[in-house]
């Protein structure tokens, strides 16, 4: 476990590739919040493997054990560090499930079209501390609760992907998440080769 202090919220970017070795599992007292900027890598949360790539959110709770590994090549991230009291009650509410959603990882990630939008968030972030002075600290919780906001309205949330799916393809995963959201409706192939972005021949062939 991590015992460095929390104070304030902090950002960093940092480059990555397969020669970068983590020395153990570790976990955190305060939350945090990688988004993929560039590359992709691998997330070993408790006992799920999950692999990362450009354009995606993994939020990590307090006190949850994981490991990052970079096994497919250089990988630009940005971690942000923050408590439950940054984040603040509202924008909490407009998460999936509101509080809940802060119980367990979560994995969520920014459609192509918006991604110059969140990637310019996080940098400000960044600058943010290079600044501080004296409106540091609010503007950071400012800049946080916003980016928290814009995601919550534009994010694809995979609340419910089985566990037993362990793939690097993005599609795939909405495939997944489809199904888990709709399996209580009558829904077609069509219907999911469409939510994937598939067509419904290559979705066939893909399942």
């Known amino acids: 476990m991590s015992d460095t202090p929390l104070h304030g919220i902090s950002a960093q970017t940092l480059m990555r590739d ?3 070795v983590m020395k153990e599992h570790h976990c955190h007292s305060f939350f945090e919040l990688i988004y993929i900027e560039n590359g992709s890598c691998r997330f070993l949360i408790n006992d799920a493997i999950h692999d990362m790539h450009a354009g995606d959110f993994i939020l990590i709770p ?9 096994p497919f090549g250089t ?23 509101s509080a ?12 192509d079209a918006h991604r110059d939008h969140i990637a310019l968030a996080i940098s400000q972030m960044v600058q943010e501390l290079r600044i501080h002075d004296d409106r540091t600290s609010e503007m950071m ?18 609340m419910d992907t089985p566990e037993q799916i362990h793939t690097t393809d993005r599609q795939i995963i909405q495939a997944a998440q489809f199904i888990c959201d709709h399996y209580m409706n009558p829904i077609t192939s069509a219907d999911i080769a469409r939510a994937a972005g598939f067509s419904p021949n290559y979705l066939s062939r893909q399942f």
């Open 100 to 111: 809940d959603f802060l119980t367990e990882s979560r994995i969520f990630q920014v459609p």
């Open 75 to 97: 990988c630009r991230l940005t971690i942000l560090f923050f408590s439950r009291e940054d984040m603040g009650d509202r924008i909490v509410s407009y998460l999936p499930g």
């Open 141 to 158: 919780r400012l800049l946080l609760q916003a980016t928290l906001l814009q995601c919550s309205r534009i994010c694809n949330f995979l």
């Open 62 to 70: 307090p006190y949850v054990l994981h490991y990052t590994s970079f």
């Open 18 to 20: 397969s020669s970068f």
